[in-house]
């Protein structure tokens, strides 16, 4: 699934620049019609609303699979999707908003992007447009988690659709071949280490197969007991000792394997959406990181016939047995400017399964046929059709025990400067996988960077 990257920082400072004249903008404008004044007087065209998304390819089918089920349910309203590509999402919409023509609805990829709409006066509160008894059934629908991600200052900014859980496949043919036991993944970092050494091959000097290749910092920094922020006491922590050894724990991959053969062998590899060819299943990785349940639906669909996987947490230093992951969830929000704000949230609601049945949010949650994500409620679990689909796919009941039963999930951390210090965080992985520099090194840089950052945001608050 297509994913938005990191604001740079140039991108950021320009967004919060227009953020703020938006919010000036936004001051000065006449407040929101009432709900049911957005269309003519008498006139039966339905509303039409405006969603903004960035996920392209089969996703784009989904989403306007989604579109079309909610405008089934809701004759008077009308969701009308566009894609903005992922890099250009969070600027385009501050964008809109300083201009007073924003789309009515928007998705952002992970709710680090919340806080900073948010305080850059972007976007609407479902306690300003919802009713108390919304509030209430949110609370009772949503799992806490979700409800504290899409909160920001005391209001409901966002609800998601659903919620990623980060983990590893392995692929057990390969782990035949290799003389592993198929059916038992690595119990420890240490064993994962080991195996993927017996996993990897190399011919002719190059790198054909890896046995495993960390990069997904957000992931791992969960069973390393990271943490990326101290919010109680506005202390960026990326330099925190479990944070440095991670990531030299990441770079020792590229020390023991080459760097330069390690940045052959992933300059090789197509993406995670390019089907047959998805590194994990054409065999290039032996344990893959899997970034969420929409993955087993590519398994199923271009993997050949025999293809078996299974799917772990990923295993923690030492071999403790807590069971860990990171969700950053695909939050939806409604735009401060649009002239239905309270129609759009409807559409918001909607495609997190609030104020429907059980059977609607199930349509969406699995494109009608095939796991996405885990569900934002325990509600789903006994409801019989998803009971079906948690036995069709394998590794789907352990992904949605991970995020709803997990011992320790990391979810983004909750900070006005969020995107900047996302953008931040991958930059410096990305010098740690290429060895430029140490990890201690990098990671006080952006400590220092971020921190500076959030230090002028509050100061500016006065």
């Not at 299974?310 to 969830?329: C, D, H, L, R």
């Not at 990305?430 to 959030?454: C, I, N, W």
Request: contains cysteine.
């Amino acid at each position: 699934m297509n994913r938005m990257d990191g604001l740079s920082r140039r991108d950021f400072l320009k967004g919060a620049a227009i953020g703020v004249a938006g919010m000036a903008l936004v001051a000065c404008a006449p407040a929101a019609a009432p709900a049911g004044q957005q269309a003519a007087s008498g006139s039966q065209a339905p509303i039409s609303l405006m969603y903004w998304h960035a996920w392209t390819e089969q996703w784009e089918e989904m989403t306007q699979f989604v579109c079309d089920s909610f405008n089934s349910k809701n004759p008077q309203l009308k969701a009308e999707q566009n894609v903005v590509p992922g890099a250009e999402l969070m600027t385009k919409l501050l964008s809109s908003v300083a201009a007073g023509n924003p789309p009515d609805m928007i998705t952002v990829y992970s709710a680090i992007n919340i806080p900073s709409l948010t305080e850059q006066g972007a976007i609407l509160a479902l306690d300003d447009y919802g009713s108390g008894e919304d509030l209430a059934a949110a609370k009772d629908w949503f799992h806490p988690s979700i409800m504290d991600m899409g909160s920001y200052n005391g209001k409901l900014w966002g609800l998601s659709y659903w919620q990623q859980t980060s983990c590893l496949g392995w692929n057990k043919a390969i782990f035949e071949e290799a003389g592993l036991d198929p059916e038992k993944p690595p119990a420890s970092l240490e064993e994962l280490d080991e195996m993927a050494e017996k996993l990897t091959l190399e011919e002719d000097g190059l790198i054909t197969r890896m046995g495993h290749m960390p990069t997904d910092h957000w992931m791992w920094a969960a069973p390393f007991d990271g943490s990326f922020y101290d919010e109680a006491n506005r202390k960026v922590t990326a330099n925190d000792p479990s944070i440095v050894s991670m990531f030299d724990w990441m770079a020792s991959y590229s020390q023991k394997y080459d760097v330069t053969k390690v940045q052959a062998f992933q300059q090789g590899l197509a993406s995670e959406r390019a089907g047959v060819l998805d590194p994990f299943i054409s065999g290039r990785i032996a344990i893959h990181e899997v970034g969420g349940a929409w993955k087993l639906g590519d398994f199923a669909k271009y993997a050949e016939d025999g293809f078996r996987y299974g799917i772990t947490p990923a295993p923690q230093p030492g071999g403790t047995k807590e069971v860990t992951t990171y969700s950053y969830g695909d939050f939806t929000v409604v735009p401060k400017g649009t002239k239905a704000p309270t129609e759009a949230w409807q559409f918001v609601k909607y495609t997190g399964g609030l104020g429907g049945t059980l059977e609607d949010y199930f349509t969406v949650l699995t494109w009608g046929e095939r796991p996405i994500n885990v569900p934002v409620t325990t509600k789903m679990l006994d409801y019989e059709p998803f009971q079906k689909m948690l036995a069709a796919y394998p590794g789907f009941p352990e992904m949605v025990d991970m995020f709803l039963k997990g011992d320790r999930v990391l979810l983004p951390p909750k900070m006005p400067v969020g995107t900047f210090y996302q953008d931040r965080l991958s930059s410096a992985r990305d010098k740690v996988r290429l060895l430029d520099g140490t990890p201690q090194q990098l990671m006080d840089e952006v400590t220092a960077d971020v921190q500076s950052e959030l230090d002028k945001f509050f100061a500016q608050q006065g």
